[in-house]
C-alpha cells in the first residue's frame, strides 16, 4: 500500500526501484506506523534529490540473521530480523547532523518544509517494537537508512496474532481532516478509514473551511492541526463554531506544551490530541467527541 501511494506522488525524474524479498515475514507492529515510517523516510529521501535532475529511491526488504558480533554493533540481540532499507542518491548528511538526527525537532530543512518530528518518530516507533534504525551518509553520495525489526517465527506468529487485542473504537461518520504536511494528511486519513470513518483530508485550513461553508450539515467533526500557514487549527475552529457551536472539533499539536487542554476547551474545542497520531488514541478520542455531542 505504502509503495503504491509512494508511486503516484514521486515526481519521475526520481528512479524508484524496489528489492522486496521478504514477503512471507511477520514481525509485531501496528501497520499503520510502519507506513508512517514509510512515507517518513521516503519523503526525506526524495526532499534530498529534489534539487537533482535524477536520482535514484532504493526500498529492499530482506529477511537477514544477525550474529553476535552484529548485534553489538547495531544493539540488538543476536537472532533472525526483517530489515527495511531504504536509500537515495541525494546530498548526504553531515557527520555532525548525522549524530543528531533522531532528536526530536531537529531538522536541516526550510521553515514550513517539515517539524523534524519525522526522524525522532520513527525511531520511537522501531525502539518500541524491540528493532533498531541505523543511518549511513557520506555528504555528496546519498544516504541509508536500514531498519531492524525482530522476525515472528511461524508458531509465535499464530499465536500472537489470535490473542492481539483488538479494542479499537470504530464509527462511520463524516470526518473533515486537515494538516498541513501531506504525509500527516496521508497517515491520518489512513487511520481513519481503518476505523470506518468517511474521510475529506485537506492540506489547507483555508480549503478546510471553505469545503465545511459550502455544506456545514455534510460533516460530523473536524480534525485539524494547530500549526497551519494563513490561518492556525484555533482559528479555523472558531470560525467552524460560529457556524455551528455545537460542531465536535479535535485539535491536534506536536507541541503539547504550548498548548493545555484547559486552552483548547475555552475556544470550544472538544479534544486534543498530541502529534505523532496514534491509532488507539484516536480512535477514543474520536467516539468521545462524537457521542458527547450527539
Not at 534504525?133 to 500472537?160: D, H, M, N, W
Not at 498541513?180 to 492540506?203: F, N
Request: with cysteine.
Amino acid at each position: 500500500e505504502s509503495l503504491t501511494l509512494l508511486r503516484a506522488t514521486i515526481p519521475t525524474n526520481i528512479d524508484f526501484q524496489t528489492n522486496i524479498k521478504a514477503t512471507g515475514s511477520k514481525i509485531m507492529a501496528d501497520p499503520t506506523q510502519i507506513h508512517q515510517i514509510i512515507l517518513n523516510l521516503c519523503t526525506n529521501a526524495y526532499h534530498a534529490m529534489e534539487q537533482q535532475q535524477e536520482g535514484v529511491l532504493d526500498i529492499d526488504l530482506v529477511d537477514e540473521e544477525i550474529d553476535s558480533r552484529q548485534a553489538q554493533a547495531v544493539n540488538l540481540m543476536p537472532g533472525t530480523y526483517v530489515k527495511l532499507s531504504i536509500s537515495d542518491t541525494g546530498a548526504g548528511i553531515s557527520p555532525e547532523n548525522l549524530d543528531r538526527i533522531f532528536d526530536p525537532f531537529f531538522t536541516t530543512k526550510e521553515q514550513g518544509k517539515g517539524t523534524g518530528m519525522g526522524l525522532s518518530v520513527v525511531h520511537g516507533i522501531v525502539k518500541s517494537c524491540e528493532g533498531a534504525i541505523v543511518a549511513r551518509s557520506k555528504e555528496g553520495q546519498g544516504s541509508t537508512f536500514s531498519l531492524y525489526f525482530p522476525k515472528l517465527a511461524e508458531e509465535e506468529s499464530l499465536t500472537k496474532e489470535k490473542s492481539s487485542p483488538k479494542g479499537l473504537q470504530q464509527g462511520h461518520e463524516k470526518i473533515l481532516f486537515v494538516d498541513d504536511e501531506p504525509s500527516l494528511v496521508e497517515l491520518g486519513q489512513l487511520i481513519l478509514e481503518h476505523l470506518g470513518y468517511e474521510v475529506t483530508a485537506v492540506t489547507s485550513s483555508i480549503e478546510a473551511l471553505r469545503l465545511f461553508q459550502l455544506d456545514p450539515g455534510q460533516y460530523d467533526l473536524l480534525i485539524t492541526d494547530q500549526s497551519m500557514p494563513k490561518m492556525n487549527g484555533c482559528q479555523l475552529a472558531k470560525e467552524v463554531l460560529a457556524v455551528r457551536p455545537d460542531f465536535p472539533v479535535i485539535l491536534c499539536s506536536g507541541y503539547g506544551s504550548l498548548m493545555s487542554q484547559e486552552d483548547v476547551k475555552t475556544v470550544g474545542i472538544k479534544q486534543f490530541i498530541r502529534k505523532p497520531y496514534d491509532t488507539a488514541i484516536i480512535s477514543t478520542v474520536l467516539r468521545e467527541a462524537l457521542d458527547t455531542s450527539s
